[in-house]
């Protein structure tokens, strides 16, 4: 067996908790040798959760000094381009939150740092880590929803109500730290993005710099397929925290509320079980009786069977940090590499541009 990666983390609040199990959990394949975070108190208690002794205020004494292949970035979205840079630079492997970074000349200067220094770039979309996930990609490439015509995606819950999440400037807002998990997945399942309208709104008085907290979009997929989006962290009471839908020629795929969304040891704490339905492909209906056309008209919609094979464990954010220790090991791409996520960044920036301009974004001009 080879040696386990040797990984820094770089920031320890939120997001880092859940980064921290696959380290404990799986320390043949992945180990964190060190931490950094800039507020030393915090750093030290992370490390003294996770069983680390090298401990860090100065990122680039980690890259100098630490013993480590790789770096977990766990940042806010605006330090994500610079610490990866200065990582890859210095010859280490970055697995690093999404958003990927607050401009896509940022992103693109990402790729090219990690290209130019041969190492692995990754980005933490770890719902496509799911087996829920990988099960409705495999019915889909087996053609059991026939061509899809249409996505539609939506988060409604309460946001934040202080910090970064709600300013603009460090990557703050309802598109950059939710719905671009949907926006990577439905990538993930039907394609690239071509064109996209949208509006953003800062509905919150507490929303700042422009970050937005309600967001309504229109996307044309490059399948010809339509989309929707909506997001919204302005209420606590809605019936589904999050969901999306996919119709297809031949079915329909749509997820479930997750049982506890709160719970931060949820590993799919986005959604819960996945349903589908199909179409009867018997069209002879003229032999049909109103018990059978009622049937045809509503099929029942059934569970979605998930496969071990398709994922180590349930627990996405272990199987998305040993995707990334099997990548380095293998010179295999990312699933979530950053050369792929500059796809779903432009949807992102696209919808920003589309409501500063109240015009369509072509994907291509950007």
Known sequence: MSAPLKVGMLGTRGIARN????????????RMTAVCDM????????????????????????????????????????AHAPCTIAAVRAGKHVLVEKA?????????DMVEAADKAGVTLMIAHQLRHSREANAVKRFIDEGHLGEIQAVRTHVTM??????????????????????????????????????????CKSAQPHMVNGAEDVVAATLELENGAIGGLFASWTTDITPERAA?????????????PPVNPRSRESPTSHFGTIMHALK????????????????L????????PTREADQPTVNLFVNEVLHFAECIRTGKEPTSSGR??????????AICESSRTGRAVDLADL
Request: one cysteine or more; glycine letters at 8%; hydrophobic letters at 35%.
């Open 39 to 78: 507020v030393e108190p915090l750093a030290r208690d992370y490390a003294k959760d996770a069983g680390v002794e090298d401990v860090y205020t100065d990122f680039d004494d980690m890259l100098k000094n630490a013993d480590i292949d790789a770096v977990d970035i766990c940042t806010n979205h605006a």
């Open 100 to 108: 990927m970074a607050n401009t896509l000349q940022a992103c693109r």
């Open 280 to 295: 009867d492909p018997d069209e002879n209906l003229d032999r049909r009786n109103d018990a059978d056309l009622q049937r």
């Open 158 to 199: 309460g946001g934040p109500k202080r910090g970064w999440m709600c300013d603009a400037e460090p990557g703050g807002g309802v598109l950059q730290l939710n719905s671009i998990h949907h926006i990577d997945l439905l990538r993930y399942y039907v394609g690239n993005v071509k064109r996209v309208m949208g509006v």
């Open 340 to 349: 792929d996520n500059i796809e779903s960044m432009k949807v992102v920036f």
């Open 244 to 256: 999306y839908l996919l119709f297809g020629t031949k079915g329909t795929v749509h997820s479930t």
């Open 19 to 30: 980064h921290m199990t696959p380290y404990l959990t799986h320390p043949e394949q992945v």
């Open 297 to 304: 008209r509503h099929p029942p919609f059934d569970v979605l």
